[in-house]
């Protein structure tokens, strides 16, 4: 009975881990500026930190589970500040970082030229 609910709860870990990072993936990949990018990039620790903690807690190995929490732990903590240098880099080089954002926006031809 109770290796039953570890499963369906370490599969409903796992489910709601992977929406999270394809949420994320598709937002990372439509928004059309840095910034944007970055936010929509947040939910990536978060899906990892789930899909690490469902994975590891259907092997019901109290070792593995620790080793699982430390990675997810690591995750939670390194990605935001590597997501923060990306946003700062973007706040000092705007030229660069909106540059896709408005080729985006004003088509291939540039604008007014359609």
Known sequence: MMSTLVQWVSNALVALGLLFITAATIGIYRLPSVLTRVHAAGAVPFGGALVIIGATLATEDGWLLLRGLLVAAFLMLTIPSSAHAIAWLAEKRPELAHDKA???????EGPGRQ
């Open 102 to 108: 408005r080729r985006h926006r004003n088509g291939p």
